[in-house]
């Protein structure tokens, strides 16, 4: 099993960008039926949920509402996060998860840093 997370990079507050989580190795049934979601790891904080797909449901950090959206393409086991409007505090190393049945998978990060 393999997740690459990609597209993170220097922004300006304001600016969006588009992360995207590319796996291999899940089985197509597992992938959609597993929990899904990125998270991100600030210097010197806890890695903190951004928005994770349960069962359906989707939740999402309070500090990012109505600036992401966390998407799936189950057919090619991939995993999206649209961010919008982009706030200094939303620097740091974003991390994609698919927690199975069977484990916990994460990937290695892409980097987003927002100069204000």
């Known amino acids: 099993v393999q997740l690459q997370a990609f597209g993170g990079g220097l922004v300006q507050a304001g600016g969006s960008l588009k992360l995207t989580c590319a796996t291999s190795?899940?089985?197509?049934?597992?992938?959609?039926?597993?929990?899904i979601g990125w998270y991100r790891q600030a210097p010197g904080n806890q890695r903190e949920p951004v928005a994770v797909?349960?069962?359906?449901?989707?939740n999402y950090a309070e500090s990012v509402k109505c600036r992401a959206t966390i998407s799936l393409d189950t057919s090619r086991k991939r995993v999206y996060l649209q961010m919008n409007g982009l706030k200094s505090e939303d620097t740091g190393v974003y991390l994609c998860?698919?927690?199975?049945?069977?484990?916990?998978?994460w990937g290695q990060g892409t980097q987003v840093t927002v100069s204000s």
């Open positions: 998860n698919v927690a199975t049945s069977y484990g916990d998978f």
């Open positions: 190795g899940f089985i197509t049934s597992v992938f959609a039926a597993s929990n």
């Open positions: 797909v349960n069962r359906g449901h989707i």
